[in-house]
């Protein structure tokens, strides 16, 4: 049943955007075949996007996906752009008890309209990320930890539309930032490991000083979660399981915490635990650093002296406005910086995303670089 709404429930918006658009006017019909046409090919993007839970998606070379996937994006704008004529035609007839005619003028311009939002959007969501510093304060940080830069990469999604090469400009950026550490807080990959092995290579080129650490999101645990968790560390990635390691950094602790993902519930795998992931921890004095996919859960940990929490999954909502939405439905986190007593959370805005919706405007995607600082000097 969900593979044929998968089908159906795209396509019933899509012919919706036709019906309002073009069915009435008196644009030629063979204009209006060729609307109907790639309107409806738009529409099974999505279920073309499921196809990685098989592989198939390799099946189809990297530039066809980029111009479905703009079809794609471009027709969501035209469902809105579609909605909100009729909303204002409605309104009019309300106000002035006249029903407008329509007019080819207007699905043109409409659809212009909607195919350039969608080519920018697009274009978006697959450049390379920006980079943001954050200076992180500390309380009594010692001096041998004063400077530590930690690299956040977060959402990879190294897919069929994210392949390797944009993954090794993204990993040579990385380095470039001579990071001491580098944090992947999950959602690397979509696909299995025989489908996506090549795409996720790059990753095995990061280099910090003191390792490379990756806690898993939700989207790991769809395909092949037994696999990629045997994969990645052979790629150079520290997985944490609800665990921790304490580094030593010119003599001083340093620890460095992970979660599980909610999502592992569905799977009967292994629940987030703070306490776990913390324990043996008590008295080391040590600032702690937690890498945790999803942030909705972040006040639950107030208690666990967390310093910096980092965390990805929304992908800043990608759409301003949308945005909030995302916020909504994360407990109030989306992107950025928030303070929750001694604690900062970041949320990283996703250094790719699901191509299921490729499209971001007016929030790009991001590396992040983060700098220890102590906001108390010690005596």
Same mark, same amino acid.
């Given at each position: 049943?969900?593979?044929?709404?998968?089908?159906?429930?795209?396509?019933?918006?899509?012919?919706?955007?036709?019906?309002?658009?073009?069915?009435?006017?008196?644009?030629?019909?063979?204009?209006?075949? #060729?609307?109907?046409?790639?309107?409806?090919?738009? /529409?099974?993007?999505?279920?073309?996007?499921?196809?990685?839970?098989?592989?198939?998606?390799?099946?189809?070379?990297? &530039?066809?996906?980029?111009?479905?996937?703009?079809?794609?994006?471009?027709?969501?704008?035209?469902?809105? &752009?579609?909605?909100?004529?009729?909303?204002?035609?409605?309104?009019?007839?309300?106000?002035?008890? !006249?029903?407008?005619?329509?007019?080819?003028?207007?699905?043109?311009?409409?659809?212009?309209?909607?195919?350039?939002?969608?080519?920018?959007?697009?274009?978006?969501?697959?450049?390379?990320?920006?980079?943001?510093?954050?200076?992180?304060?500390?309380?009594?940080?010692?001096?041998?930890?004063?400077?530590?830069?930690?690299?956040?990469?977060?959402?990879?999604?190294?897919?069929?539309?994210?392949?390797?090469? !944009?993954?090794?400009?993204?990993?040579?950026?990385?380095?470039?930032? @001579?990071?001491?550490?580098?944090?992947?807080?999950?959602?690397?990959?979509? *696909?299995?490991?025989?489908?996506?092995?090549?795409?996720?290579?790059?990753?095995?080129?990061?280099?910090?000083?003191?390792?490379?650490?990756?806690?898993?999101?939700?989207?790991?645990?769809?395909?092949?979660?037994?696999?990629?968790?045997?994969?990645?560390?052979?790629?150079?990635?520290?997985?944490?399981?609800?665990?921790?390691?304490?580094?030593?950094?010119?003599?001083?602790? #340093?620890?460095?915490?992970?979660?599980?993902?909610?999502?592992?519930?569905?799977? *009967?795998?292994?629940?987030?635990?703070?306490?776990?992931?913390?324990?043996?921890?008590?008295?080391?004095?040590?600032?702690?650093?937690?890498? /945790?996919?999803?942030?909705?859960?972040?006040?639950?940990?107030?208690?666990?002296?967390? @310093?910096?929490?980092?965390? *990805?999954?929304?992908?800043?909502?990608?759409?301003?406005?949308?945005?909030?939405?995302?916020?909504?439905?994360?407990? *109030?986190?989306?992107?950025?910086?928030?303070?929750?007593?001694?604690?900062?959370?970041?949320? @990283?805005?996703?250094?790719? &995303?699901?191509?299921?919706?490729?499209?971001?405007?007016?929030?790009?995607?991001?590396?992040?670089?983060?700098?220890?600082?102590? /906001?108390?000097? @010690?005596?």
């Amino acid at each position: 049943m969900q593979q044929v709404l998968i089908h159906v429930i795209p396509l019933f918006f899509a012919l919706y955007a036709y019906s309002s658009l073009f069915a009435r006017t008196r644009l030629h019909w063979a204009i209006k075949g #060729l609307s109907i046409f790639f309107i409806f090919f738009a /529409s099974q993007y999505p279920a073309f996007c499921r196809s990685f839970f098989a592989g198939h998606d390799q099946s189809v070379p990297h &530039l066809g996906i980029i111009l479905w996937s703009w079809l794609f994006a471009s027709q969501i704008f035209l469902i809105v &752009l579609a909605f909100l004529k009729d909303a204002y035609q409605h309104l009019m007839k309300w106000l002035c008890h !006249r029903a407008a005619v329509p007019h080819a003028t207007t699905a043109v311009t409409l659809c212009t309209l909607a195919m350039f939002l969608g080519a920018y959007g697009t274009y978006s969501a697959l450049k390379q990320p920006q980079i943001r510093y954050v200076t992180v304060p500390v309380e009594n940080l010692s001096p041998d930890l004063e400077g530590f830069r930690i690299v956040q990469l977060s959402d990879i999604h190294a897919s069929a539309l994210l392949d390797r090469s !944009r993954l090794e400009k993204i990993v040579q950026t990385t380095n470039a930032l @001579n990071p001491d550490l580098i944090a992947v807080t999950g959602d690397i990959v979509d *696909g299995r490991v025989e489908v996506r092995k090549q795409d996720v290579m790059p990753l095995a080129q990061l280099h910090a000083r003191y390792g490379v650490y990756a806690v898993e999101g939700n989207h790991d645990h769809y395909v092949d979660y037994d696999g990629w968790m045997k994969a990645l560390p052979r790629l150079g990635l520290s997985v944490l399981h609800n665990s921790h390691v304490v580094l030593q950094v010119n003599g001083s602790p #340093l620890i460095i915490a992970g979660l599980t993902d909610p999502m592992a519930k569905r799977y *009967g795998r292994d629940l987030p635990d703070i306490r776990k992931a913390l324990d043996g921890t008590q008295g080391l004095g040590a600032p702690i650093i937690l890498l /945790s996919h999803q942030p909705k859960h972040s006040r639950e940990f107030l208690g666990y002296h967390i @310093n910096l929490q980092l965390s *990805g999954h929304t992908h800043g909502g990608q759409i301003f406005g949308m945005h909030w939405l995302a916020q909504a439905l994360n407990d *109030g986190f989306v992107k950025g910086a928030y303070q929750l007593g001694p604690t900062m959370v970041y949320v @990283n805005r996703g250094t790719g &995303l699901w191509y299921g919706f490729p499209i971001r405007l007016g929030i790009l995607g991001e590396i992040t670089v983060f700098t220890l600082t102590s /906001s108390v000097k @010690n005596p």
